[in-house]
């Protein structure tokens, strides 16, 4: 009689990911070291790319909106609205000749936080080069990285996964060229990111907190309570709700999180409640519901309120008294011409900003946007050769696109998907806030078809994207329970495409930060038509 013998399999060794992992695990005194060293590391390193050499190109860009919110930031700074400027305000600003405007007031579609913000970096360091007038910005390009790996941190318990999405928002050619811009948008992601944090410290501090309430009062055998307990104590709402209001304060944009946050907090405040076993559950969130708006949204208009205090207390900003002639009657006839006259100022903003239609050689429709059909060129110079010491025989090129690194963009949109998906099969609280954060800042532009809007908008929702692609990177890595073969296999995969994701930001890197190259290297990254 003959026993069959099984081929033995080759034994699969544990992955260097695993190994680490296993050495941190054991040792508390390196694992407390890479906690902080490892955000540290990427954050110095999304501060170098920001920074290197941030006062070049001495332009105003033209192009773009950096010419505006420059010169409104300065002449906000100094009369406490924004002042107009003569037509020929570049050159004069360029040349150090800053106070070329005038106090009659300029109209501008943006609350003022944004443009204050900005003014802060020149107020420290002068107006006169670009050093001033984008510090804030690339700084607090640098704390949204910062701010996305303590957020990745809380959301998932792990040092590896915030060092990742940080670390692709570090390098991202979108995030780079945005945060070297005094744009307004990299201070809204800011905030936007804050609050986001903040409402996932609050769940960690509420989400056992009802069901804990319910079974202190209950004991024993006592049937199911008909209602759960108010929550007030809730101070990260508050920050939240004030985070929020700073958003909104630089873009009205900010208020769409601002409303996708409250619905998302009263839906998991309503979903806890019936875990807990409240009979009454539905009317019960409704009754928690008017407790969060309380906390989440009068600061948030205090914030947005305080914000245009400058053009509060001086007399020059557009339509400052534009009630005086016709104060408002009846009802409203109470508040104080100075804020009647900033309701009227905020529906001619409306008006003005939802007609911006005119037409963009850059302009790209919101359903462009996963597609990356049209990034945003915001700065181009082209030197023949000989000409200010170009050596290349097809002449160089300076170059700003909010171009993102086209594997993480492509790969994040369908990262987001992916998330949509198992969010509809596992009901993960996390997958959730992911797909908040992306549809709250990217859903509300589809209803604007006929606006002129840019790619370069995307920038607030990139963090979420980005986010999303870690999730599902953490997937193909493979869970904690499967075997040797399936670990290794996954994280070969994650490590190569991490590597290729690196090579393609050091690729785009000099054609988003308009570093001098050579024309056929610039033109080497147009890839599809509409990137040129």
Same mark, same amino acid.
Not at 37 to 46: D, E, F, K, N
Not at 51 to 61: E, K
Not at 190 to 200: D, E, G, I, K, S
Not at 280 to 294: C, H, K, M, N, Y
């Given at each position: ?36 060293? !490892? ?31 420059? $010169? ?42 944004? $443009? ?15 050093? !001033? ?32 999405? +940080? ?5 991202? +050619? ?8 005094? &744009? ?26 009802? *069901? *804990?309430?319910? *079974? ?14 108010? &929550? ?11 985070? &929020? ?5 630089? $873009? ?24 807990? +076993? ?79 239609? !005119? ?75 992911? &797909? ?97």
């Amino acid at each position: 009689m003959t026993t069959a013998v099984e081929p033995l399999l080759p034994a699969t060794r544990q992955s260097l990911y695993d190994r680490w992992t296993a050495r941190l695990h054991a040792d508390d005194r390196l694992r407390r070291l890479y906690a902080w060293l !490892g955000p540290a590391l990427v954050v110095v390193l999304a501060g170098v790319l920001r920074f290197w050499n941030l006062a070049h190109p001495h332009d105003l860009m033209n192009q773009f909106d950096e010419t505006f919110y420059v $010169k409104d930031a300065w002449s906000l700074s100094q009369l406490g609205y924004e002042g107009a400027w003569p037509e020929n305000a570049n050159e004069s600003f360029l040349a150090g000749d800053v106070g070329v405007f005038s106090t009659d007031p300029a109209f501008v579609v943006h609350p003022p936080l944004g $443009k204050w913000i900005i003014a802060l970096g020149m107020l420290t360091f002068g107006p006169e080069t670009g050093w !001033g007038w984008r510090f804030t910005t690339a700084l607090l390009g640098t704390a949204a990285v910062l701010v996305l790996m303590l957020l990745a941190r809380r959301m998932t318990g792990s040092t590896n996964v915030a060092v990742v999405a +940080g670390l692709f928002l570090a390098v991202d +050619g979108l995030s780079v060229a945005m945060n070297r811009v005094a &744009l307004l948008d990299t201070s809204l992601t800011f905030f936007v990111l804050l609050a986001f944090l903040f409402v996932v410290i609050d769940r960690e501090r509420t989400a056992g907190r009802v *069901a *804990a309430t319910l *079974a202190a009062r209950r004991g024993g055998e006592a049937p199911a309570p008909r209602w759960g307990p108010l &929550l007030w104590n809730r101070p990260w709402i508050l920050a939240a709700g004030a985070a &929020l209001g700073a958003a909104s304060a630089i $873009k009205w944009s900010g208020a769409w999180v601002l409303a996708a946050l409250g619905v998302y907090l009263v839906v998991t405040d309503a979903l806890a409640r019936r875990r807990a +076993g409240v009979l009454l559950w539905p009317t019960d969130a409704v009754r928690q519901g008017a407790v969060t708006f309380v906390l989440l949204v009068p600061v948030a208009f205090v914030v947005y309120l305080a914000s245009w205090t400058g053009w509060l207390v001086t007399d020059g900003g557009y339509d400052r008294h534009a009630a005086d002639a016709a104060p408002a009657t009846g009802l409203w006839s109470w508040v104080p011409l100075p804020l009647q006259s900033l309701w009227i100022y905020h529906q001619t903003m409306y008006a003005s900003a939802a007609n911006i239609n !005119g037409g963009h050689v850059y302009s790209s429709p919101a359903w462009q946007w996963p597609l990356l059909v049209r990034p945003t060129g915001m700065y181009y110079r082209h030197t023949a050769v000989g000409e200010d010491g170009c050596a290349f025989a097809n002449g160089c090129t300076q170059a700003i696109a909010s171009m993102p690194n086209p594997l993480l963009w492509y790969a994040g949109i369908a990262a987001v998907l992916y998330l949509l998906y198992r969010f509809v099969v596992a009901r993960d609280w996390r997958d959730a806030l992911i &797909l908040v954060g992306v549809g709250s800042t990217y859903a509300p532009w589809l209803l604007y078809p006929d606006r002129t809007i840019f790619q370069f908008y995307t920038v607030l929702m990139l963090p979420f994207v980005l986010l999303a692609l870690t999730f599902a990177l953490r997937t193909i890595a493979g869970p904690r329970h499967a075997d040797d073969h399936r670990r290794l296999t996954g994280q070969r995969l994650v490590w190569v495409f991490v590597w290729v994701a690196l090579g393609l930001s050091a690729f785009w890197y000099p054609v988003v930060t308009a570093m001098t190259v050579p024309y056929d290297f610039w033109h080497a990254h147009i890839w599809l038509p509409g990137w040129a």
